[in-house]
């Protein structure tokens, strides 16, 4: 065969062997401006038009730290957050998927500075991939955020990982300033780029581009799909980056047996012992001990633990053609409402829209 279509073929191979061995992380990220009254929603988005969704990132989430322990969404467990102590409304968050597994970046705990630099950060390990949001208030510090900013960015890129840097940092992309040139300066050192290129935000009045995915640059292929839910005055951003290492989505799982077989043999073990140990003991703490001792081993030679593998599967039955409808008719509502002047009938409209629709999902939930 001629050397230059071994070449070919070889580079051919290649790819396809990349190809099969990758797959995309997808990153999701919202201001929510209070996440407690919009769970449902984001679980059906969630579970529907965005089910591939790995990592979901909140920014604003409002909630203070013993509260945001009790938010959940379906298959997501909260891997890191953080909330304001001194004042409300702020905070960031981050869930992941089950099935990826996390690491806790004890190097960047205690960076946080409220309204200056609310940081929430993860690591997933299958991945060696770094995943950091950040709020910073209108009103925060600028030169401190940048500092801070930098520290993160050197303590993951020291520790060789690639690195997702999301969140509301309340600098206009859109419109030319000394803080935006000052940030892209970093950025540009690094080798970030910001992957969201269309508006984040927009009002009857204005329009601008302050929700940021940024990422390393050799590492991005596309942009951020910029996506209007209807929850806040904020877009929703989700970035998909190509991994090259490919996971399938199982659950493993350890359970036991309690068959009829495995009943009898604990059944026939405990016939066969004469607890002479337990008797012979005077000391009844001791006694009792052994007892548990000998009833633990038997009852784990009849049903042992054994792990399975057990496929990710999300129950959306609750989630009908009609609350999809409605919720897609929602968010164009609000999306309608923050760009026109409305009269107060459609308003009032709106708003009673908006009620029902909830009633509906937390009843069909």
Known sequence: ???????????????????????????????????????????????????????????EHWQKKDHIQLINFNDFNLSSNFSRNKS????????????????????IQGISEEKVFEVSAVEIVEYNLVVVCVYRSPDGDFAIFLQKLETVIKKIIVRKKQIILCGDWNINFMQESKKLRDLQ??????????????????TKNSISLIDVIITNKEITRDTATVIDLGYSDHMAQVLKLPIKKMLHRW???????????NVEEFKYMLSKETWQE????????????????????????????????????????????????SGKRLRFLNSLKRRVNLSRESLSYIKKYQTIYRIVLKEAK
């Open 1 to 59: 065969m001629d050397n230059r279509l071994q070449k070919t073929s070889k580079i051919g191979k290649e790819k396809d062997k990349i190809q099969k061995n990758q797959r995309t992380v997808s990153i999701f990220h919202q201001n929510v401006q209070s996440v407690r009254n919009k769970v449902l929603e984001l679980n059906m988005i969630i579970q529907t038009e965005l089910n591939e969704v790995d990592v979901l990132c909140l920014s």
């Open 88 to 107: 409300t409304h702020g905070g960031t968050c981050i869930y992941v998927r089950y099935y990826l597994q996390t690491k806790e970046m004890n190097y």
């Open 185 to 202: 300066e970093i950025l540009l050192l690094y080798n970030l780029v910001n992957t969201v290129t269309s508006p984040t935000r927009v």
């Open 251 to 261: 659950n493993t799982i350890a359970s036991r047996k309690y068959s009829d077989k």
């Open 278 to 325: 337990v008797y012979l003991t005077s000391d009844v703490d001791s006694a009792l001990q052994i007892f548990r001792d000998n009833f633990d081993y038997y009852f784990n030679t009849a049903f042992p633990y054994k792990l399975h593998k057990h496929e990710n599967t999300q129950d959306n039955n609750w989630i009908t053609k009609g609350l999809k409808n």
